[in-house]
């Protein structure tokens, strides 16, 4: 008798390690899921952010011409017109900061990052973005301020400028 008694004691005990592997390996899955799900639900809050600010560029001609402007030569424009580009970099700039952050954290692919990190470093190396931020990085985070003092861009990016000016040389 105390045989099966200990034979049942170490059947439960197989069964107890069992179930808490099972366990475990759900619980791993359902981690993936949530993280898969968080890196979707942030590219997405990403995309609709940029989005956003592009659309609005887009649905003002004058006011995407004056941002290409302001990229090249920010200390020719008129006080409210660096207003108005001061404002629209300032947006930019923390969509990016953003992106940043969410790299760092693991929430963008390093593939889809690249992508943007070209686009962040190309907006930065404008001659008039330059002269905005020196006067604006202070109210952005140090790692991100790093980052784009560092950084160097691994192909070259057609600018607004490029593709604003290859337009109007092919109409005219």
């Known amino acids: 008798m105390t045989m099966n008694w200990d034979a049942i004691a170490a059947a439960s005990e197989l069964v107890a390690a069992m179930a808490v592997i099972i366990s475990l390996l759900y619980l791993a899955l359902q981690i993936k899921n949530n993280?898969?799900?968080?890196?979707?639900?942030?590219?997405?809050?990403?995309?609709?952010?940029?989005g956003a600010l592009n659309r609005a560029m887009a649905e003002t001609p004058d006011l995407s011409i004056l941002f290409v402007q302001a990229m090249e030569d920010f200390e020719s424009l008129s006080a409210a017109d660096k207003a108005r580009c001061s404002q629209l970099f300032f947006a930019c700039f923390h969509n990016f900061e953003n992106m940043y952050y969410q790299y760092r954290k693991?929430?963008?692919?390093?593939?889809?990052?690249?992508?943007?990190?070209?686009?962040?470093?190309?907006?930065?190396?404008?001659?008039?973005?330059?002269?905005?931020?020196?006067?604006r990085r202070d109210v952005f985070s140090r790692s991100f301020v790093d980052f784009l003092r560092t950084e160097k861009i691994d192909v070259p990016v057609a600018t607004y400028r490029d593709i604003t000016v290859a337009g109007q040389a092919e109409s005219d």
Not at 36 to 49: C, G, H, I, K, N
Not at 110 to 128: C, E, F, H, K, S
């Open 35 to 50: 993280t898969d799900s968080a890196r979707t639900s942030t590219y997405q809050s990403v995309v609709s952010e940029f």
């Open 106 to 135: 693991g929430y963008l692919e390093p593939d889809v990052w690249l992508g943007w990190q070209r686009l962040i470093l190309t907006y930065y190396a404008r001659p008039g973005f330059q002269v905005w931020w020196s006067m």
